[in-house]
């Protein structure tokens, strides 16, 4: 008969957070994997537990995990450990976990702490819709694939989390605030532990803080909602200070009377898109009422001249260089591209 894999989640900071249940599993089990041994060992020492040891970790999780299959269908029971928090999440544990389910071995989760839940719950905004990012790619090996994701997060109108470490913390801030504005931000650092900090602002403030700021111990990023009446109506407002007109015809001009109509409320902080009047497109079965503030103003841009276009994010605070990128990015054609528009004279 089988052994069982047992998913124990361990303190994210404080030993006092791990459940009972945990700690009779840790010592009732033939083998304890652990993606750092030396960490795992400071809980073990400190609860007296004394069962065996072995690594699983990133590099190894492939290999590890069938080795591990085989002590499991030998009948021994196995228990995952990450260095903090529950395993699989952001941390090793899902390759294991997948191939005990493929192979028909019992697999069960013993809850605890986990820092996503934690910090949401200290973040005091919107939790009743999110989305888990985990780490981005990072910057080196894997910058298209970061900036993917962030490119996708653009329009997302649910609460947003991510981990990060101390080391790239400036960085990704940076990179929120280009892609995202300057939304706001709860930074919760150190949760569970002595120095836990939970630290609310504006995108653009954080990155100031952090640029005189030494950062210090992990992170969990949560970066509130964008509504979609507010959003829109503030983007709309400084699409109108750029003094860029909208060609009329087909779906620009129906955006551009909903624009109209939406400056004309004077960006009511208190009003949604569903208190503007509802015009449909050219054909007919598109509301734009029904459309986010980012969707609107992704139509209304890609309706823009070049000047117009990189003069709206100008407007919103970007450098020139900043500007000509996100507007390469936005109508899918490379910074050369917008370069050659803006500064080479154009011949017949």
Same mark, same amino acid.
């Given at each position: ?152 997060? %653009? ?131 598109? %509301? ?42 936005? %109508?899918?054609?490379?910074? %050369? ?12």
């Amino acid at each position: 008969m089988s052994g069982t894999l047992y998913l124990c989640a361990t303190p994210i900071g404080n030993l006092s957070d791990v459940s009972g249940r945990v700690l009779d599993t840790l010592r009732a089990v033939h083998l304890i994997a652990c993606e750092d041994t030396r960490v795992s060992k400071k809980l073990l020492s400190h609860f007296d537990i004394h069962t065996p040891l072995t690594s699983y970790h990133h590099n190894n999780r492939y290999d590890k995990a069938k080795e591990l299959l085989a002590q499991l269908k030998e009948g021994k029971d196995i228990a995952l450990v990450t260095d903090a928090g529950t395993p699989a999440i952001s941390d090793p544990g899902r390759e294991l976990v997948a191939l005990c389910h493929a192979e028909g071995v019992s697999v069960t989760s013993l809850p605890g702490p986990s820092a996503l839940i934690c910090a949401l719950s200290l973040s005091g905004t919107d939790t009743r819709r999110f989305v888990f990012e985990g780490f981005l790619p990072p910057v080196r090996g894997a910058k298209k694939e970061r900036r993917a994701v962030l490119q996708s997060l %653009r329009r997302e109108q649910r609460t947003i989390v991510l981990y990060e470490a101390p080391h790239h913390l400036l960085q990704t801030l940076k990179d929120l605030q280009e892609t995202l504005g300057n939304r706001s931000i709860i930074l919760c650092r150190e949760l569970t532990k002595k120095f836990e900090e939970v630290k609310r602002m504006p995108l653009a403030d954080a990155v100031a803080f952090y640029e005189a700021e030494e950062a210090r111990g992990e992170f969990v990023l949560i970066i509130e909602p964008r509504s979609v009446g507010t959003a829109g109506a503030e983007d709309i407002l400084t699409l109108a200070e750029t003094g860029a007109q909208v060609p009329d015809g087909d779906l620009a001009k129906s955006v551009a009377e909903y624009v109209r109509a939406s400056v004309a409320l004077e960006n009511d902080a208190a009003g949604t898109a569903d208190a503007y009047a509802a015009v449909e497109s050219h054909n007919g079965d598109l %509301r734009i009422k029904d459309l986010s503030g980012e969707e609107i103003m992704q139509i209304l841009l890609l309706q823009l001249d070049v000047p117009s276009h990189v003069a709206y994010y100008e407007a919103k605070g970007m450098d020139r260089k900043a500007a000509m990128k996100r507007t390469a990015e936005d %109508r899918g054609v490379s910074k %050369r591209d917008i370069y050659t528009t803006l500064y080479v004279p154009q011949t017949e």
